[in-house]
């Protein structure tokens, strides 16, 4: 078997587990309330997969202000929960777990992505179609809400992305 095909299974394989390059991300549009410091960029959510009763979104937030801010909890238009996880390095196994509170520093930059943050989502209340808008609320402990869009993606569009991006990343 030629390389090629192998990095094909092996880009397949990361993408069925959600692990798929931030790269995909390059053509999203910026969502920032004026009132807010947080600016929420490259939100995505991954369309529920056959008999799967959860998904994944990703997202770039970042803090332009002074102080700390404290990411409570996210909903999305048309799910039933959303909860924010991270990965872990333990004992050599990757492990994922739900977090609570989330802090985004000042003037830092925190992305949602594979291996790292991410969003879990569940309970869809119809099924979500590809290309479909759904409103992302986030909440902050000091009580500042953010609003943004998140569009529907496919798991065979973010191959295809991938794949794209590689062989963009080899050419250089």
Request: glycine residues 6%; hydrophobic residues 40%.
């Given at each position: 078997m030629t390389l090629k095909p192998l990095l094909t299974i092996f880009t397949a394989a990361?993408?069925?587990?959600?692990?798929y390059s931030p790269v995909l991300f390059a053509h999203a549009e910026h969502q920032h309330d004026p009132a807010s410091n947080i600016v929420v960029s490259h939100a995505q959510v991954r369309g529920f997969l056959p008999g799967s009763?959860?998904?994944v979104g990703y997202l770039t937030l970042v803090n332009h202000g002074d102080a700390a801010v404290t990411l409570t909890k996210a909903s999305l238009e048309g799910l039933g929960r959303v909860e924010v996880h991270e990965h872990q390095h333990v004992n050599g196994m990757m492990k994922m777990q739900k977090v609570d509170m989330l802090e985004i520093k000042a003037h830092q930059q925190l992305d949602f992505k594979p291996g790292s943050y991410?969003?879990?989502v569940?309970?869809?209340?119809?099924?979500?179609?590809?290309?479909?808008?759904?409103?992302l609320t986030l909440y902050f402990s000091n009580g500042d809400r953010v609003f943004t869009q998140a569009t529907v993606v496919s798991l065979e569009s973010q191959v295809e992305?991938?794949?794209?991006s590689q062989q963009h990343h080899t050419h250089h």
């Open positions: 990361f993408l069925a587990v959600g692990l009763q959860s998904s991410h969003l879990m569940f309970e869809p209340k119809e099924p979500l179609k590809i290309g479909q808008e759904l409103k992305q991938v794949s794209q």
